[in-house]
């Protein structure tokens, strides 16, 4: 009877202790990712930038709120908020209380499609199927139906009064450490909302550095960027796969960006320019899937430097 039954018991019981590893502790085990980038011009000195992602908030989620408070320790010259703040329509207080410090910090954003709507019930093998069947949120599916609506606007209202930039479809500068900066931000490609044609142009000729932002990396918004000469394009969204798969890698990216590619720091090429990318796997999750294995969340820390 033993040997009849003790494979698959011995399955289950791994399969039982995975989860419990990844929603009980890897879950809530946040760290800071740094990453070093050569994108300023010869001569100037680093600039330190701080990008949080895919926070999805959750009323409750206390260890996430004092995480994020800690990061204001680092200094940075600059936060890149891209997107995705909420998975609760009641977590916005706790929100703005984690990113409270930070908004002391000169900083600019866009918004995902959490943002806009509360997330649904869904069967997490979907993301497979997808995948294979080239459909990505509404890139190639029906338009959601009875969606939730998140209250955004209390988001967007207290960053604004912070100070950060709102670049949904539009560009902005600010001054960080001497340097004029100038960033173009898409609002969500997810859910179809970016108007690339509003904001195309390329970089601005006397700014010090162009940053491309946008919530989830589609090929469509990372080419248009990089053919118009961007250096440097800051996404989020994929949560780094959320479930990857050691010696592997991440198995989906819930978008049509390559699973190489799903967190970190790499190259996109376009129109004869190539453009650094940095993909943050975010610090949080879908408030129904909440684990990640082997991939931990997370906040990077970007410093910038001269270039060759």
Known sequence: MRARYGVPLGITALGAAG??????????????????????????????????????????????????????????DLVV?????????????????????LLDFPGVYVFGSNDYYGPKLRNPARYLFEKLQGRHGLNGNPPAVGAVHNPWEEIRDAFDAAGWLDLTNTRGRLKAEGLELAFTGLDDPHIKRDRYEKVAGGPEAD???????????????????????????LAGHTHGGQLRVPFYGA???????????????STHRAGGHTAYLHVSAGCGTNRYTPVRFACPPEATLLTLTARD
């Open 81 to 101: 908020n891209t997107g995705d703040n909420l998975s609760d329509p009641e977590g916005v207080p706790e929100l703005l209380d984690a990113l409270g410090p």
């Open 251 to 265: 198995l989906v990216t819930n978008c049509d960006l390559d699973t190489d590619r799903a967190r970190g720091l």
């Open 207 to 233: 700014a010090d550095l162009s940053v491309g932002v946008v919530h989830a990396p589609y090929l469509r918004s990372l080419d248009a960027f990089t053919a118009d000469g961007y250096p440097l394009i």
């Open 19 to 76: 989860l419990a590893y990844a929603a009980g502790f890897e879950a809530r085990s946040f760290r800071l990712r740094r990453v070093t980038v050569p994108v300023l011009p010869r001569g100037t000195r680093p600039l330190r930038v701080l990008q949080v992602s895919d926070i999805h908030m959750v009323s409750g989620q206390r260890k996430k709120q004092r995480w994020l408070q800690t990061l204001a320790g680092l200094r940075p």
